[in-house]
C-alpha cells in the first residue's frame, strides 16, 4: 500500500486526523483531531441530556412506554436545540472531508 492510500484511509476510516500524523504533519493533525473530538462532545452531550430527560419523564409517568410518543418526545427535544446540533454535524462533516483531501494533497507532494 502506497503512503498516499494509507494516509487517506487512516482519515477516512479511522478519524480526522490520523493520515496527517502518520505524515508527521503534527499540528495539523492536532488541530484537526481537537476540532472533530468539540463537535464529538457537542453531538453526544446534547444527545445524552436528551435521553436523560426523556427517561426521568418516563419514569415519572409523564410520558407513557408508548413508541410513538417517546418518538415525539425525542424529536422535539432534539428540535429545541436543532441550530447547534447542525453546526457540531457540519463542522464534523467538513474537518473530516478537509483531513481526507489535505491528506491527500501532503502525501502526493512529500517524496
Not at 492510500?5 to 504533519?25: E, I, M, N, R
Not at 430527560?53 to 410518543?69: C, F, H, N, Q, T
Not at 424529536?75 to 483531513?99: I, R, Y
Request: hydrophobic content about 50%; glycine content about 6%; charged content about 15%.
Amino acid at each position: 500500500m502506497n503512503k498516499t492510500t494509507k494516509a487517506v484511509l487512516l482519515s477516512t476510516l479511522v478519524f480526522p486526523g490520523c493520515g496527517h500524523l502518520w505524515l508527521k504533519s503534527k499540528v495539523k493533525g492536532t488541530l484537526l483531531i481537537s476540532i472533530s473530538v468539540i463537535c464529538l462532545y457537542f453531538l453526544l452531550a446534547r444527545s445524552v441530556a436528551v435521553a436523560n430527560e426523556i427517561s426521568a419523564k418516563i419514569l415519572s409517568g409523564e410520558i407513557p412506554l408508548d413508541v410513538s410518543r417517546i418518538s415525539s418526545a425525542i424529536t422535539a427535544g432534539l428540535a429545541e436545540s436543532n441550530q447547534q446540533l447542525s453546526l457540531a454535524t457540519w463542522g464534523l462533516v467538513l474537518c473530516w472531508l478537509f483531513a481526507i483531501f489535505d491528506s491527500y494533497r501532503i502525501a502526493q507532494k512529500s517524496p
